[in-house]
């Protein structure tokens, strides 16, 4: 029980920040510029792919450099060319335009990789166990993704709170006409942010896709659970999400390893009632309902406190 309570605990909060690492750069964009950007696991399947392409061609160090870039760069090539066009029709054009992207995308990629997994492996300098706990061997590559996610959370903190980047940058989004009088080009903030949110999630890709499986289907793994975890900890929110994202890797990480049910807890039900729906509700386990419990939560905390827990936009 104790390996397992270890086990888990070090999974979840792995699973957890990579999360945030994925909805760091989403929180920054709808913080920054109030656009929910429905493509933003589609960058982050990009930077797995350019990140498996580059490290055959170059190795795994450059590519996580490089990949991140380029995905970067095609965030703001969308924001520049796409976004600031429809960003006057409202709201709703730009969830359209960014829902009708991740599906171009994901046909894209497609269409140059294939659909099946990619053989994208664990740079050999971090293919080891980091330490032993009990009878389990524990990745030094995991440790790795951990310390990215720390490493970006701390940084966009320090960028966002303390300098005069962060100031202008959060500026432009409520006062826009002030800052531009004051010479700041708006529309160039703009952009590179929504290239920093982008590169963000090319980040997570890259050091996502050797821990997990690269293919032309993975953004939809991740796409809906990022929207929970902004809601969840609140809409603009980078604390915010920090915590929504450990709570819900750690939630979903232990309800996988139980597999204990209300007839595990009570005893079955009296045979006499017969298969209905109630006995199926009895024997269901925790780990079976597992993929549903981040949404669950989010309908909790929406009813508790609609804003998250620690959002302040009403809108």
Do not use: C
Not at 55 to 61: A, C, E, Y
Not at 81 to 98: C, D, F, M, S, W
Not at 195 to 208: E, F, K, M, Q, S
């Amino acid at each position: 029980m104790l390996e397992l309570i270890v086990i888990s605990t070090l999974n979840g909060v792995l699973f957890g920040m990579l999360l945030f690492l994925l909805s760091s750069g989403l929180t920054v964009i709808f913080s920054m510029m109030g656009v929910l950007n429905f493509a933003h696991a589609s960058f982050y399947m990009l930077g797995a792919f350019f990140g498996y392409q580059l490290t055959r061609w170059i190795g795994f160090w450059p590519a996580l450099v490089l990949a991140p870039l380029l995905v970067g760069a095609v965030g703001m090539a969308v924001e520049r060319y796409g976004l600031r066009n429809t960003h006057k029709h409202g709201h709703v054009a730009e969830l359209l335009l960014t829902y009708g992207l991740a599906f171009a995308i994901e046909e894209i990629v497609s269409m140059i990789w294939g659909r099946s997994p990619m053989d994208y492996r664990v740079p050999a300098l971090l293919d080891f166990p980091a330490f032993t706990v009990f009878s389990t061997n524990y990745p030094a590559y995991k440790i790795f993704m951990l310390a990215v996610s720390v490493a970006i959370f701390v940084a966009l903190l320090v960028v966002l709170k303390k300098t005069r980047v962060g100031l202008v940058v959060q500026a432009a989004l409520t006062y826009p006409s002030m800052v531009g009088h004051l010479g700041h080009n708006v529309g160039r903030v703009f952009m590179l942010v929504f290239g920093v949110g982008t590169a963000l999630a090319g980040l997570a890709g890259v050091i996502a896709g050797p821990s997990l499986v690269t293919q032309s289907d993975m953004a939809g793994l991740f796409g809906p659970i990022l929207f929970v975890v902004i809601v969840f900890g609140g809409l603009g929110s980078l604390p915010g999400a920090f915590i929504a994202s450990l709570l819900i890797g750690l939630i979903q990480t232990f309800a996988v390893a139980l597999n204990g049910s209300l007839a595990t807890v009570f005893g079955p039900l009296d045979p006499s009632l017969g298969p209905s729906v109630l006995t199926d509700i009895w024997n269901v386990t925790i780990a079976q309902i597992a993929p549903i419990l981040p949404y669950v939560l989010l309908v909790l905390i929406l009813i508790v406190r609609p804003l998250g827990l620690l959002g302040t936009r009403e809108t």
